[in-house]
Structures are given as structure tokens and as C-alpha cells.
């Protein structure tokens, strides 16, 4: 933008971003025109308003720059009009209600803080999308508006503190994303792969994660390729990717960015599921981000490393080396965990989907239960304040590794914690629940209301003190005191933490279902009203898009088994027992009294393993059938699906699993956990 835009027309815009000044539509104009040229001499000759739905995917209309000229000809035009604005029709978006299809008109709106981007031949330009009415129908919007409240809320605590120079506080955000990468052509022949992005059916091979021998390991070469071109299609984007590594489970693997404000890391990793997803089809290969594709093995998820920071630079959660004489970084933290543990229901929300219901709370990844990990060090502080003024900070000395040629390292004041959903770690939290295959914003936008929320408070408090210092001290103290119960050191895996954490009376939302109606309290919405994220109606459209998404997403596994078990499976197993049963009639036939009990037993077994099989999906047949028809009511409906659709799924595959394991393997309708695993 330097480069190419005239030093007004670059400074007017530079305010817009940096501190939220209105645009000017004379800036726009200049600027599209640059960025027409920008993009034209790169490739490109479309462009499109890309935005975020609440479909959870990216949205785009690419229109061509050509204009006719009265001569016949036609030039290559861009206003300032068409980047600032957007029509895209909103009827077959999800709305939850707000729109109905004959009310069609949306709007998309330039989003000038995160950067435009070339995709293939066309120019991609953020934006917030909107109904006719101006609520918000993405992600994106609330997002931003999440944004203002928490920098105008920091703002006002840090003008407390002395701070007179920053202008704007942003929270920032590195997203590291897991993923799984299997070949192409098994894919092809799942189709619960196919229409679910999870496998649906599929027993264990010998060997799972049990060795821990991928985690790190070293790439194969076709992975070590596609994760190449993957990082220089993402550096293409302008998307910092920076880590790349093997994950736990076999075929997982790991990719993390650097970090950037929240709304750009909500953009780039959007960008980041997309080409990987891209990239991977040209390997031969295909991307899954569902967040349990495979039972058995770990799943994927995403970790929402989250921070605070001034426009001129400083970190808000740095604690520096003796964080007890740090009561700014105190007040910020205190602020954080009394949000976490007021709204704990919101948080856990933000993490829910379909996926992740079979996750979270199962032994691989946080629990359901929102906790804090704090360390040792900050702990220690947080304690002695409930007492008085903190006087000390733990300091973690050196470390020697007993060799003399190995250098002697200064050690973390604090060990890492792998269990906790939400953990400091240094210089930010890390929020751990976040499902692999959904937008980031969802969470981000409850990170920042809440703390904005609590730092509103601070500050209204501390406004008042005739003596700021004890004041402060106070503050902190009335803190801890009332929300310690949500700090967590411990090992979050444990069947004891859940015991103890019903004790602290943390909330144990085990499932989607059960954390939806957290949207629509009247807690959630006064919350979101005082910082003007989201209004009621825009909350309740939302709670009914999650409600419905839910159920259809239900459906749609238990359809894709009924389905499979009818066409693949149970033909696959009678094949199977007719084999079976010819041999035993064959053998007979050429050697009266030749032993064929193991053909009998087998066939036995295998016939009475396929009568229960067909029992449990007419069961699972019934339910879903009855599912459609429930009425009273999203919230019924979903609750219908969770308790008696995905139970008989459940049902229905401990039988299809135990099956594949009897029967020929040459019969086997589709690729197995073993092929899919290990064969990429
Ligand atoms: P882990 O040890 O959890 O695997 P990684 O190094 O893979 O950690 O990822 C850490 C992520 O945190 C990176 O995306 C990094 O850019 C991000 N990060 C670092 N500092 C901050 C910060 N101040 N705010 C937000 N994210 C940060
Ligand atoms: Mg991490």
C-alpha cells in the first residue's frame, strides 16, 4: 500500500485501520483503483467480496473487471464502490430466522483491517456480511465489534495505569491447526468419508498411536511434499505459516502460523483449512479437519493461543520477571479468570460442534470442564494476594543436564500443562477446545466480550479510588477470593477432576446440545448487548442456527450408516456366510466325517453377529425417521437427535466393527483403519 498509493490517500487509510477512523469513500476510490492494478498484473481479472457465513466456510461471487466502452471495446475498470460494498442474496444463507427467502437483499462490506489477497485469478477482499436490516448474518462482524468493546474497555483500564500514549489494544491470536492426511483414492471409497468427513464404521488395526512414534517424527516424503507446497501457497496468501510437525495420532499432522490480530488470524486460518484442503487434491491426497475422523486414535483440534497488546507494542499479558511488583499485568490477568469463570458456559458453547462432542471429556483432549492452568509461579503470587500484597516471584534458576559439553539453561518458571482447556503459557493463554474444522471467530468473540466485560468493572471501580493502589490490592483480592475455584493445576484428564471440579461447582457440559441454550440466557444477552456485539435477535437466530445444524448434521451421519450397513456391509457379509457355508457343504461332500467345525462355528457366529447388526440399524432407521417429524421446537428436535439417533449409532457401530473383524478381508466393502492410517 507504501508503494503504490499516494501518501494522503495511504495515511487516511492507515487511520481507518490503525484507529478505526471512518473511511472516506474518496480513499476507497483510489484505493481500488491500486488495488485493480496491484491485482491485474499478478493474474488476476476477477474479484470477489469474500466473506464469512454462518455456515462456518467462506463465501465468494467472483465478478471479472471487464466494463464495456461505447466503442465495442471493454477495459478493465474497479470503483471505489464495488470494493467498499457488495449484494450478494441472502436468502440461502444460514439466518436462524432473520431472514426470510423473500427478503433476499444482504450486504457485504470491505473489512480495510485484513489485508486482500490474490486466490487463483482473482482478487479477494474481506468483508462483514449483513441482512438488509443491518444484523449480522457471519462471523466476521461480531468479531470486530467483539474488537472495539475489549480495546475500548483496556483502554480505559491502562489510562489508570499512567498509560497515555497507546491508542488501541488489540488481541492477538496464533491458531495451530490439526489435520489429517489420507490417500485419495480410500477416501474415494468411504462414503462416510465422503458425506460426514468422519469415518462412521471401522475397527482398530494391531497398531494404533500406542508407541508414540509419528508425534515429531520425521516426515514421509509425500507429506514432507505436500506440506512444502502447502506453506508456499499459504506464504502466497500472505498467511505466516511458520511450524509444521507430525501429531500424535498416525496420519496427523500439525500447522501452526505466527501470530496476528485476531481478526486477520480469523481470516488466515480460514485460508489455512481451505488450502489444505486444495493442496492435499493435488498430491493424490485428501485434507480431513473433521475433529474425530477416526475412533480410537486421537482427534484433531485447535489451539487458540490468545493475547492482548497496545497498538505501540506491549504485550498486556507479558508478566516480566517478577510479576508480584506487576499489578497492571495482575489486573489484566485477574480480569481474564474471572471472565472464564463467570462465562464458562459461553466458552464451552464456542467449542462445540458435532465433532468435538466426541472429544472433549474423552481421554485425548481437555475436558468439558472449563478450568485455568496458571503454573506454579503465578499461583504462588495469586495466593500470597489473597492474604496481603504478594512480596515474591518464584524464579526458575538454571537447569544442567549433567553433561559438560551441553550448555547449562535457564529454566521456565512454570512446566508446561497438556490437560488443561485453558492454560497460560508465558505470554497468553492457550484455549485448547477449539474443534479443528470450525472458524475461530466463535471463540474469540467470547474471549474478548468477556474480558471486555469484566475490565468495564475494573475500570468503573477503580475510577472511583481515592486510593488507587489499595484499591488495586483490593480489587485482586476480592478476585482470587471469588474465582479461584476455576484455577486448575492438575492433571484435567483425571477422573478425580471431575469429582473435585463438581465440588468447586464448575459447570460439566458434557455436549453440544447441552451448551447451545448458553447463547440465550439472560446473562449471555445482557453481556452482549452492554458491549454491542450481538443483540437478542441476532442471538437467537444464531441459538437456531447451531440447534438446526446440529440435526442435520445428526441426520446426515445416521443416513450415511443406514446406508452402508444396507449396501455395503450386510451384501459384503452374506457373501461371506454363503462362502462359508458352500465350503462346509463341499468339504462334506468330498470327505464324509472331515472336520469342519471351525467353517460352522465361524458361520454360526458370523449369521447371528449379521442378525444383530440388521436389528440395530432398523433400530437406528426407526429413530431417525421419528427424528424428522419431532415437533416443539429446535431445541426438542436436537435433543431427540442427541439422546436416541446418536445412541443407536453408537449401537449400531460396536456390531458393524465387531463384524469386519470376523470376515474376509478380501470381502471388506471399503478401505480399512488400516489402510487409511497407515498407508498415506
Ligand atoms: P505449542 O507448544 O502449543 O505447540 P506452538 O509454538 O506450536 O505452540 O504455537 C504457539 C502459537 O502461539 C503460535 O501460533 C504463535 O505465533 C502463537 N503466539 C505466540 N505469542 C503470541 C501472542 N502474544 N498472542 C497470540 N498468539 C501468540
Ligand atoms: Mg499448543
Given at each position: 500500500?507504501?508503494?503504490?498509493?499516494?501518501?494522503?490517500?495511504?495515511?487516511?487509510?492507515?487511520?481507518?485501520?490503525?484507529?478505526?477512523?471512518?473511511?472516506?469513500?474518496?480513499?476507497?476510490?483510489?484505493?481500488?483503483?491500486?488495488?485493480?492494478?496491484?491485482?491485474?498484473?499478478?493474474?488476476?481479472?476477477?474479484?470477489?467480496?469474500?466473506?464469512?457465513?454462518?455456515?462456518?466456510?467462506?463465501?465468494?461471487?467472483?465478478?471479472?473487471?471487464?466494463?464495456?466502452?461505447?466503442?465495442?471495446?471493454?477495459?478493465?475498470?474497479?470503483?471505489?464502490?464495488?470494493?467498499?460494498?457488495?449484494?450478494?442474496?441472502?436468502?440461502?444463507?444460514?439466518?436462524?430466522?432473520?431472514?426470510?427467502?423473500?427478503?433476499?437483499?444482504?450486504?457485504?462490506?470491505?473489512?480495510?483491517?485484513?489485508?486482500?489477497?490474490?486466490?487463483?485469478?482473482?482478487?479477494?477482499?474481506?468483508?462483514?456480511?449483513?441482512?438488509?436490516?443491518?444484523?449480522?448474518?457471519?462471523?466476521?462482524?461480531?468479531?470486530?465489534?467483539?474488537?472495539?468493546?475489549?480495546?475500548?474497555?483496556?483502554?480505559?483500564?491502562?489510562?489508570?495505569?499512567?498509560?497515555?500514549?497507546?491508542?488501541?489494544?488489540?488481541?492477538?491470536?496464533?491458531?495451530?491447526?490439526?489435520?489429517?492426511?489420507?490417500?485419495?483414492?480410500?477416501?474415494?471409497?468411504?462414503?462416510?468419508?465422503?458425506?460426514?468427513?468422519?469415518?462412521?464404521?471401522?475397527?482398530?488395526?494391531?497398531?494404533?498411536?500406542?508407541?508414540?512414534?509419528?508425534?515429531?517424527?520425521?516426515?514421509?516424503?509425500?507429506?514432507?511434499?505436500?506440506?512444502?507446497?502447502?506453506?508456499?501457497?499459504?506464504?502466497?496468501?500472505?498467511?505466516?505459516?511458520?511450524?509444521?510437525?507430525?501429531?500424535?495420532?498416525?496420519?496427523?499432522?500439525?500447522?501452526?502460523?505466527i501470530f496476528s490480530s485476531t481478526n486477520i488470524a480469523t481470516d488466515h486460518n480460514q485460508l489455512?483449512?481451505?488450502?489444505?484442503?486444495?493442496?492435499?487434491?493435488?498430491?493424490?491426497?485428501?485434507?480431513?479437519?473433521?475433529?474425530?475422523?477416526?475412533?480410537?486414535?486421537?482427534?484433531?483440534?485447535?489451539?487458540?493461543?490468545?493475547?492482548?497488546?497496545?497498538?505501540?507494542?506491549?504485550?498486556?499479558?507479558?508478566?516480566?520477571?517478577?510479576?508480584?511488583?506487576?499489578?497492571?499485568?495482575?489486573?489484566?490477568?485477574?480480569?481474564?479468570?474471572?471472565?472464564?469463570?463467570?462465562?464458562?458456559?459461553?466458552?464451552?458453547?464456542?467449542?462445540?460442534?458435532?465433532?468435538?462432542?466426541?472429544?472433549?471429556?474423552?481421554?485425548?483432549?481437555?475436558?468439558?470442564?472449563?478450568?485455568?492452568?496458571?503454573?506454579?509461579?503465578?499461583?504462588?503470587?495469586?495466593?500470597?494476594?489473597?492474604?496481603?500484597?504478594?512480596?515474591?516471584?518464584?524464579?526458575?534458576?538454571?537447569?544442567?543436564?549433567?553433561?559438560?559439553?551441553?550448555?547449562?539453561?535457564?529454566?521456565?518458571?512454570?512446566?508446561?500443562?497438556?490437560?488443561?482447556?485453558?492454560?497460560?503459557?508465558?505470554?497468553?493463554?492457550?484455549?485448547?477446545?477449539?474443534?479443528?474444522?470450525?472458524?475461530?471467530?466463535?471463540?474469540?468473540?467470547?474471549?474478548?466480550?468477556?474480558?471486555?466485560?469484566?475490565?468495564?468493572?475494573?475500570?468503573?471501580?477503580?475510577?472511583?479510588?481515592?486510593?488507587?493502589?489499595?484499591?488495586?490490592?483490593?480489587?485482586?483480592?476480592?478476585?482470587?477470593?471469588?474465582?479461584?475455584?476455576?484455577?486448575?493445576?492438575?492433571?484435567?484428564?483425571?477422573?478425580?477432576?471431575?469429582?473435585?471440579?463438581?465440588?468447586?461447582?464448575?459447570?460439566?457440559?458434557?455436549?453440544?446440545?447441552?451448551?447451545?441454550?448458553?447463547?440465550?440466557?439472560?446473562?449471555?444477552?445482557?453481556?452482549?448487548?452492554?458491549?454491542?456485539?450481538?443483540?437478542?435477535?441476532?442471538?437467537?437466530?444464531?441459538?437456531?442456527?447451531?440447534?438446526?445444524?446440529?440435526?442435520?448434521?445428526?441426520?446426515?451421519?445416521?443416513?450415511?450408516?443406514?446406508?452402508?450397513?444396507?449396501?455395503?456391509?450386510?451384501?459384503?457379509?452374506?457373501?461371506?456366510?454363503?462362502?462359508?457355508?458352500?465350503?462346509?457343504?463341499?468339504?462334506?461332500?468330498?470327505?464324509?466325517?472331515?472336520?469342519?467345525?471351525?467353517?460352522?462355528?465361524?458361520?454360526?457366529?458370523?449369521?447371528?453377529?449379521?442378525?444383530?447388526?440388521?436389528?440395530?440399524?432398523?433400530?437406528?432407521?426407526?429413530?431417525?425417521?421419528?427424528?424428522?417429524?419431532?415437533?416443539?421446537?429446535?431445541?426438542?428436535?436436537?435433543?431427540?437427535?442427541?439422546?436416541?439417533?446418536?445412541?443407536?449409532?453408537?449401537?449400531?457401530?460396536?456390531?458393524?466393527?465387531?463384524?469386519?473383524?470376523?470376515?474376509?478381508?478380501?470381502?471388506?466393502?471399503?478401505?480399512?483403519?488400516?489402510?487409511?492410517?497407515?498407508?498415506?
Amino acid at each position: 500500500m507504501r508503494q503504490r498509493l499516494p501518501k494522503n490517500t495511504y495515511k487516511a487509510l492507515r487511520k481507518t485501520i490503525d484507529l478505526g477512523v471512518e473511511l472516506d469513500p474518496a480513499v476507497a476510490e483510489v484505493v481500488a483503483n491500486a488495488m485493480k492494478d496491484w491485482a491485474i498484473e499478478k493474474g488476476a481479472t476477477h474479484f470477489t467480496h469474500w466473506f464469512q457465513p454462518m455456515t462456518g466456510f467462506t463465501a465468494e461471487k467472483h465478478d471479472s473487471f471487464i466494463s464495456p466502452t461505447p466503442d465495442g471495446k471493454v477495459i478493465m475498470e474497479f470503483s471505489g464502490k464495488e470494493l467498499i460494498k457488495g449484494e450478494p442474496d441472502a436468502s440461502s444463507f444460514p439466518s436462524g430466522g432473520i431472514r426470510a427467502t423473500f427478503e433476499a437483499r444482504g450486504y457485504t462490506a470491505w473489512d480495510c483491517t485484513s489485508p486482500a489477497f490474490i486466490k487463483e485469478d482473482t482478487l479477494c477482499i474481506p468483508t462483514a456480511f449483513c441482512s438488509y436490516t443491518g444484523e449480522a448474518l457471519d462471523r466476521k462482524t461480531p468479531l470486530l465489534r467483539s474488537m472495539e468493546a475489549i480495546s475500548k474497555q483496556a483502554l480505559r483500564v491502562l489510562r489508570l495505569f499512567g498509560n497515555e500514549t497507546s491508542q488501541k489494544v488489540i488481541t492477538t491470536v496464533g491458531a495451530e491447526q490439526e489435520y489429517f492426511l489420507i490417500d485419495k483414492e480410500f477416501f474415494k471409497k468411504r462414503k462416510d468419508l465422503v458425506y460426514t468427513g468422519r469415518t462412521l464404521f471401522g475397527a482398530m488395526p494391531p497398531k494404533g498411536q500406542e508407541l508414540e512414534d509419528h508425534y515429531f517424527g520425521s516426515l514421509k516424503e509425500r507429506v514432507a511434499a505436500y506440506m512444502k507446497e502447502l506453506d508456499a501457497e499459504l506464504w502466497k496468501l500472505g498467511v505466516a505459516a511458520k511450524t509444521r510437525h507430525n501429531e500424535v495420532a498416525p496420519a496427523q499432522h500439525e500447522l501452526a502460523p505466527i501470530f496476528s490480530s485476531t481478526n486477520i488470524a480469523t481470516d488466515h486460518n480460514q485460508l489455512i483449512m481451505d488450502t489444505m484442503k486444495k493442496v492435499a487434491n493435488r498430491h493424490g491426497l485428501v485434507c480431513l479437519l473433521h475433529e474425530k475422523p477416526f475412533a480410537g486414535v486421537n482427534g484433531s483440534g485447535k489451539h487458540n493461543n490468545w493475547s492482548m497488546s497496545t497498538d505501540d507494542g506491549m504485550n498486556l499479558l507479558e508478566p516480566g520477571t517478577t510479576p508480584h511488583e506487576n499489578a497492571q499485568f495482575l489486573v489484566f490477568l485477574a480480569a481474564i479468570i474471572k471472565a472464564v469463570d463467570v462465562h464458562a458456559d459461553l466458552l464451552r458453547l464456542s467449542a462445540a460442534n458435532t465433532g468435538n462432542d466426541h472429544r472433549l471429556g474423552a481421554n485425548e483432549a481437555p475436558p468439558a470442564i472449563i478450568s485455568i492452568f496458571l503454573g506454579e509461579q503465578l499461583t504462588d503470587i495469586l495466593e500470597q494476594i489473597e492474604k496481603g500484597p504478594a512480596t515474591s516471584s518464584k524464579q526458575g534458576g538454571m537447569l544442567t543436564i549433567g553433561v559438560s559439553t551441553l550448555p547449562a539453561l535457564p529454566k521456565d518458571a512454570t512446566d508446561r500443562n497438556r490437560t488443561s482447556p485453558f492454560a497460560f503459557t508465558g505470554n497468553k493463554f492457550e484455549f485448547r477446545m477449539v474443534p479443528s474444522s470450525a472458524s475461530i471467530s466463535g471463540p474469540n468473540v467470547v474471549l474478548n466480550t468477556i474480558v471486555a466485560d469484566v475490565l468495564s468493572e475494573i475500570a468503573d471501580q477503580l475510577e472511583k479510588a481515592a486510593d488507587f493502589n489499595g484499591a488495586v490490592q483490593q480489587l485482586l483480592q476480592d478476585i482470587v477470593k471469588q474465582h479461584r475455584r476455576v484455577i486448575f493445576n492438575g492433571n484435567g484428564y483425571s477422573e478425580d477432576w471431575v469429582e473435585e471440579a463438581a465440588t468447586r461447582g464448575l459447570p460439566n457440559i458434557r455436549s453440544t446440545v447441552e451448551a447451545i441454550p448458553a447463547i440465550i440466557t439472560e446473562k449471555a444477552i445482557s453481556l452482549y448487548a452492554r458491549h454491542g456485539v450481538l443483540s437478542e435477535v441476532e442471538l437467537h437466530s444464531r441459538y437456531e442456527i447451531l440447534l438446526e445444524e446440529y440435526s442435520k448434521q445428526i441426520n446426515i451421519e445416521a443416513r450415511t450408516m443406514i446406508e452402508m450397513g444396507k449396501r455395503q456391509i450386510i451384501p459384503a457379509v452374506i457373501k461371506f456366510a454363503t462362502e462359508l457355508a458352500a465350503s462346509i457343504n463341499t468339504i462334506k461332500a468330498a470327505a464324509a466325517g472331515a472336520d469342519v467345525t471351525v467353517q460352522g462355528d465361524l458361520l454360526a457366529e458370523v449369521s447371528s453377529t449379521l442378525a444383530s447388526f440388521k436389528a440395530k440399524s432398523s433400530a437406528l432407521e426407526k429413530v431417525t425417521e421419528e427424528a424428522a417429524d419431532v415437533e416443539g421446537g429446535a431445541l426438542t428436535q436436537a435433543t431427540f437427535y442427541r439422546e436416541s439417533v446418536f445412541p443407536a449409532m453408537g449401537e449400531l457401530r460396536k456390531v458393524g466393527d465387531y463384524i469386519e473383524t470376523l470376515v474376509d478381508e478380501a470381502l471388506w466393502p471399503m478401505p480399512t483403519y488400516g489402510e487409511l492410517l497407515f498407508q498415506v
